[in-house]
Nanobody, 123 residues
């Protein structure tokens, strides 16, 4: 059974940083794309960043480009989301997800999801 376990969320002040981790287990061999999504209360879920496990090619939403960095450690089956210059509008539940491909990653539903980790940024 596929498991994605997020960690690293918390509360920070505006301008601060957090690093989220996503430990994956039992991923099918054809699952190449790992992504981070977020959802704030009353808002639609938003794709934040994605990365190919093999090539390391990365993708970002315009709202986080230049502030967030996604990376992976294949030896640990873990990917990370380094979040810098956090702002109150970044407050949301952050989810790790996995899919076969990162193509259209912000539009095509990912089949595998973690339980989420809360990020709260105060002004």
């Amino acid at each position: 059974q596929v498991q994605l376990a997020e960690s690293g969320g918390g509360s920070v002040q505006a301008g601060g940083s957090l690093r989220l981790s996503c430990a994956a287990s039992e991923l099918p061999s054809n699952v190449w794309c790992m992504g981070w999504f977020r959802q704030a209360p009353g808002k639609e879920r938003e794709g934040v960043a994605a990365i190919y496990r093999t090539s390391g090619t990365t993708y970002y939403s315009d709202s986080v480009k230049g502030r967030f960095t996604i990376s992976r450690d294949n030896a640990k089956n873990t990917n990370y989301l380094q979040m810098n210059s956090l702002q109150p509008e970044d407050t949301a539940m952050y989810y790790c997800a996995a899919a076969v491909t990162c193509a259209a990653w912000q539009r095509v539903p990912f089949p595998y999801w973690g339980q989420g980790t809360q990020v709260t940024v105060s002004s």
